[in-house]
């Protein structure tokens, strides 16, 4: 072989070894793995700074009243081992909430509630999505994973961890109530589901006039088709009241 053909070679050689691998050869960890590893790394810890209490997926602050807020990472159904779209849910579940809810369907009060229990429920997506859209972060790789991570960090502490830990005060999260946003649920066509979340809300507080008309309201803007519920919730709100009153 001439020596300028072997000095061709291994030029060729070390390109080879320098030139990045493409993306399937780079992957080390399935996107589901890659994607946890970056949330125990990366979001765990901005989310425990915050006196919220969790692993994995999921974690949860309570406070003296027994009111819950949750962080949560929803993965699609969709997903596999080579891609997956990922999203943060977080919820708010006061205690007279959930203590409505199992009461309602004949259930025990749940010792830690689920993200999907929450009255307050909203959703955070990744920074720059366009407004009203359900965008998600995809992950394929540790790259991605990373990248998304950081991102839900700044979402969480710009907007989340704050707005959560306001509604954690009774008196704020009875304020959203009044201006009709409950995140996901919120706006004037929801007014009856309102009222009836305030009922909820003050039931702990013991019998008062505004508490009465309240309940008014719930009874006399009832359809024949939703009124039994609404019978139950209003005879358990005054039980609740006349209670927190002795």
Sequence with gaps: MSTLRSIGLMKRDRLKATRPAPPCQRRTLSAQDALNSALK????????????KGS???????NEHGD?????????????????RCVINISVAPEPW?????????????????????????????TGSPPNTDTW????????AEAA??????????DA?????????????????????????????????FMQAEAILRSGEGTSSQLDGILKYIDE????????????????VQFRAADADR
């Design 98 to 126: 959930i203590a409505w809810t199992s009461h309602l369907w004949d259930q025990e009060m749940p010792k830690v509630p689920g993200e999907a229990s929450g009255l307050y429920r909203d959703r955070i997506h990744p």
């Design 161 to 193: 961890l704050p707005l959560l830990m306001d509604l954690l005060e009774r008196p704020k999260l009875l304020e959203s109530v009044r201006k009709m946003d409950l995140g996901m649920v919120h706006g004037t066509s929801w007014a009856l589901y």
């Design 149 to 158: 991570a950081r991102d839900m960090v700044v979402r969480l502490t710009a």
């Design 221 to 236: 803007h009832t359809d024949e088709k939703r009124r039994t519920n609404a019978e139950r919730l209003i005879a358990w």
């Design 137 to 144: 972060w995809t992950v394929r790789d540790e790259v991605d």
């Design 41 to 52: 790394e990366i979001v765990a810890p901005a989310v425990r700074s915050a006196g919220f």
């Design 68 to 84: 819950w807020a949750i962080v949560n990472v929803q993965s699609s159904s969709w997903s596999t081992s080579e891609e997956l």
């Design 56 to 62: 994995g997926k999921t974690w949860r602050r309570v």
